[in-house]
């Protein structure tokens, strides 16, 4: 789930019941004492975003292979690389982007799948079937992970403002909702909007002559929105307060779900260019203790009680059904790696802070 | 002795006393400790309340600044552009103004006029710099128009100034202000119709307005400020300042739980808060801490405060601690006391039992009991005064049967009728008399005596009467006799005389007729006279035998001799 960094502090579900401090003293006696104990039933070591494994979910999967699971929550790409990479033999299994995915492969920290032993794939649509569309999912023509759940970045408009649903990415520099637009402040999606208004061949190679364009799109974006936010509810409270009229869905259907559920009249739409989106794969690490049964959890998440619960609660899309509110044809552009995140985001603190093109582009 | 009674009563005694006033001085520690717990809670609530009125004051005082500038009417004139001849004076005047501002509040990062139209682009702009203060122009003046300080801003109510959340300035080109927490103050424009046209915007150094503000706190105080979402702004550790803005959560409610009903939302609500202990999070050592939670009333502020002072227990506790030493001290110099005392009640008590004691040990290996503490009015004395009595009984038995043992001893060995030794004791005697005259080479004699007539005056007369004889004869010759001789009854009218010495034959003779007379003496019986008489056969050492039985067999053999020739 790339961009959530900012939701809050990693913080495993442990940790929630238990303080630091009694979790400190569990570790211990898990290392010392009562190991040996649970040694007899096997332990599944699951890191996971939140919501992505519910009690309930948890349990029938322990239930159907008498084992327990260890869920271990993690909010940011950030601290999922640094659990990982520094505590590989920590985990059995774990949720990834599938464009951060190819730097674990790189690192060797995590292994080919065996799709035989995940039956449930042959229930994911067809789309989501088909690894090998979907960059960053296989390396030398193995696949590595297992496509769970997604989320466009579509447009959210209020239905009495905007009548017609956007069908364009340049509905956000419409100088008719100028003061009613609602963007995201990150440098990295921007510059892909950006390249996409521009039509440019890939939002996430910008050439070197098209950085002047793109930057002053950036700044036509920024004279034509009321704000920027970073955080879903920020959004959604930017949103209802000054009755915004489109906002760009950096968290896509969480968004949604969030501000139908605060009662407002909300369309979700998903441009022609395609919107970005990022799709979360299962993975299995390296050192997985049990290679067949961290299969046997991914095949469990493609089930149909995690896949109704991961809508029904979250919001987001599973890879089993089309989204109801989608439209036939919705493009998706999984997010990749951009050519150059450090100048999207140097550029952008510039745009963003109100310089003019002539000082965005200073080197 | 395992556990001589000593170790047990001093024991007791050193317990008693340690006991005693170790729980008394523990107890007024423990009462004291709580007292100064409570009695700081109660300072840095009230430091706190004091710190929460003078940021109140300072913050009303910044929007105060704002929202003078806004009005006044330079500003305006500068925002319509109608001073077009003086623009530029106007500018400057207005930007000497800001720079006289921030010159006076080091806590100014930066002042602003900021137009609502050309997307809130900044008209008069002076920065802190680094130790200057920068009037900016040109091309460095910047957009603002999607900040909420001034979207937002904008859309007040006349007279309000808006009070930005606080936030880290991630506005390229801030100078001074830029990655520092801050807050904004924005006072809106109005031209003569009441629209409003732009902002005065005065950027807070967040920390130094704290610090500023905590300067004249002790030193161990140390300041939390949070947001109404509880993230921390201000921490003594920097890493939980602003966690939020690094995608980390570092939450007052976190480290001290019980500040959760300080939060915006929480219900039910407080406004304050007072804890004391070790909390999880950042600091692991124990403290002492108030918050309180504070709305800025008259401000359209985004958010709310919460601001906290705690103290390390243990400087709270080193008031308690010294306290403590003293207690401490009290009670081992009382524990001492205790032992010593002890020691001396005990050794009052053990000496004179120990004086019994060895009395009575030495009275039973035979000794005299020697001197005990019988002076004491107490049961000590009381028991040595029972023991002494106990062994004036006993020495008085014993002497008893003593005498009763003499008596015995003088039964088996003598003749009871005649009081004389009998055989027995006599050949013990003799024994004796023998081996003495072999080492000293003298003589013994023995005179062996059977009574004449005795039989007679037996079947005549009655056994009385023979008794009544043998008693004279016994008489008789122990009258004759010297001490150092010995006269024995050796059967029924048989005596025997031992007699110690070298005597020559005339003595002996002397002797043995002197004996027959004093035999042949009539005795009284009643109102008659009894005759008897003795036959006497001499035996002597060396000459007539050298052991006992020789002797005694000679002698009888003479006495036998002296019968018959007599009859």
Redesign the interface.
């Known amino acids: 789930m790339v961009n959530c960094i900012n939701i809050s502090v990693e913080r495993s579900l442990i940790s929630s019941v238990w303080n630091r401090r009694s979790l400190l003293t569990a570790g211990f006696l898990l290392l010392f004492g009562v190991a040996p104990a649970w040694a007899a039933t096997p332990v599944l070591r699951v890191l996971a975003w939140p919501g992505y494994a519910e009690p309930e979910v948890v349990q029938s999967f322990e239930q159907q292979h008498g084992v327990r699971v260890e869920v271990t929550i993690v909010t940011s790409d950030a601290t999922l690389w640094q659990k990982i990479s520094t505590r590989n033999m920590d985990y059995d299994v774990f949720a990834v982007n599938v464009a951060e995915l190819q730097r674990y492969i790189a690192a060797n920290l995590v292994q080919a799948l065996k799709p035989e032993l995940i039956p449930n794939t042959r229930r994911q649509l067809p789309r989501f079937r088909d690894l090998a569309a979907i960059p960053g999912a296989m390396a030398e023509g193995r696949a590595f992970g297992i496509p769970f759940t997604y989320s466009g970045m579509g447009l959210i408009y209020d239905r009495k403002q905007v009548a017609v649903a956007p069908t364009r990415i340049a509905a956000l520099w419409d100088s008719r909702y100028r003061g009613k637009v609602i963007a995201y402040d990150g440098g990295t999606h921007n510059f892909s909007l950006a390249a996409q208004r521009l039509k440019l061949k890939s939002p996430f190679r910008i050439e070197a002559a098209e950085w002047p364009r793109a930057a002053e799109q950036l700044i036509a974006l920024r004279r034509n929105v009321l704000g920027f936010y970073t955080q879903p509810e920020e959004s959604v409270q930017l949103f209802l307060r000054h009755k915004a009229a489109l906002m760009f869905a950096n968290y896509g259907m969480q968004q949604v779900q969030l501000l139908k559920a605060a009662g407002a009249d909300i369309g979700y739409a998903i441009p022609d260019e395609g919107a970005l989106a990022w799709l979360d794969c299962w993975v299995v690490t390296r050192a997985a203790r049990d290679p067949a049964l961290s299969h046997a959890w991914i095949d469990h998440m493609l089930g149909e009680q995690a896949s109704r619960l991961l809508t029904e609660r979250q919001g987001l899309a599973s890879t089993l059904v089309e989204q109801a509110d989608g439209r036939p044809g919705d493009r998706l552009v999984w997010l990749q790696p951009p050519e150059d995140t450090g100048r999207r985001e140097k550029l952008w603190a510039r745009v963003r802070s109100g310089d003019q093109l002539s000082r965005v582009l200073a080197p | 002795m395992r556990f001589p009674i000593a170790w047990q009563l001093g024991l007791t005694l050193v317990l008693f006393g340690v006991l005693g006033t170790g729980l008394t001085g523990y107890f007024a520690y423990q009462a004291s400790r709580d007292q100064l717990v409570k009695a700081s809670e109660e300072r840095l609530l009230t430091a706190t309340r004091v710190l929460m009125r003078q940021v109140t004051v300072a913050l009303k005082g910044t929007a105060t600044d704002a929202r003078m500038f806004a009005q006044h009417p330079q500003a305006v004139r500068i925002l319509q552009n109608t001073a077009a001849d003086f623009q530029q004076l106007s500018e400057r005047n207005v930007a000497l103004l800001f720079e006289r501002m921030l010159a006076v509040h080091p806590e100014y990062f930066q002042m602003r006029l900021i137009e609502a139209d050309n ?2 682009r ?1 008209r008069i702009r002076v920065d802190r710099g680094m130790g200057s203060i920068l009037h900016i122009e040109g ?2 003046l ?7 300080y001034v ?1 937002d801003a904008l859309r007040l109510p006349p007279g309000s100034v808006y009070v930005s959340r606080a936030s880290i300035n ?5 100078h001074a202000g830029e990655a520092r927490p801050s807050l904004q103050f924005s006072a809106p424009v109005r031209d003569t119709e009441g629209n409003a046209i732009g902002l005065v915007v005065i950027n807070v150094d967040l920390e130094s307005l704290f610090v500023q503000l905590a300067v004249d706190l002790p030193p161990e105080l140390r300041l939390y400020l949070a947001n109404g979402r509880g993230d921390f702004l201000i921490h003594p550790d920097p890493a939980r300042s602003f ?2 803005d690094r ?4 939450l007052v409610q976190d480290d001290f739980p019980e500040t959760a009903v300080l939060l915006s939302g929480s219900r039910p609500r407080e406004d304050y808060v007072v804890t004391s202990g070790h909390h ?2 950042g600091a692991s050592e124990a403290l002492v801490a108030a918050f309180i939670s504070q709305s800025l009333p008259g401000l359209e502020a985004e958010d709310e405060f919460i601001l906290g002072l705690s103290q390390p227990l243990s400087s709270v506790l080193a008031e308690s601690n010294r306290l403590a030493a003293e207690t401490l001290s009290i009670v081992l110099s009382f524990s001492v006391l205790a032992i010593l005392l002890a020691i001396v009640l005990v050794r009052a008590l053990v000496r004179p039992l120990h004086q019994i004691v060895s009395g009575v040990r030495r009275f039973s290996a035979g000794g005299t009991i020697g001197e005990l503490p019988v002076a004491r009015s107490d049961e000590i004395g009381e028991l040595a005064l029972s023991i002494e009595h106990m062994v004036t009984q006993i020495h008085k038995q014993i002497e008893d049967l003593h005498e009763q043992q003499d008596k015995l001893d003088h039964l088996a060995s003598h003749d009871s009728l005649t009081g004389l030794p009998n055989r027995r004791l006599f050949l013990d005697r003799l024994e004796r008399a023998l081996a003495r005259a072999r080492r000293q080479e003298t003589q013994l004699t023995l005179l062996f005596i059977d009574l004449d007539n005795f039989k007679a005056i037996n079947d005549v007369h009655g056994h009385a009467a023979g008794d009544a004889v043998l008693q004279a004869v016994a008489q008789r010759l122990q009258s004759l006799l010297r001490e150092s001789d010995t006269a024995a009854r050796i059967g029924g009218d048989e005596f025997i005389v031992l007699l110690e010495g070298t005597w020559d034959d005339a003595s002996v003779e002397h002797i043995v007729h002197k004996v027959q007379a004093s035999l042949s003496l009539p005795v009284p019986y009643q109102d008659i006279e009894l005759e008897s008489g003795g036959s006497i056969g001499v035996g002597r050492y060396p000459q007539d035998g050298s052991t006992a039985s020789t002797l005694i067999a000679a002698a009888d053999q003479a006495m036998y001799r002296c019968k018959t020739e007599r009859s």
Do not use: M, N, R, S
Not at chain 2, 170 to 174: C, F, L
């Open positions: 997307y809130g900044e091309e460095d910047q957009e603002k128009g999607h900040y909420p979207f991630h506005e390229i080109g801030a966690a939020f995608g980390q959560d570092a999880t999070g």
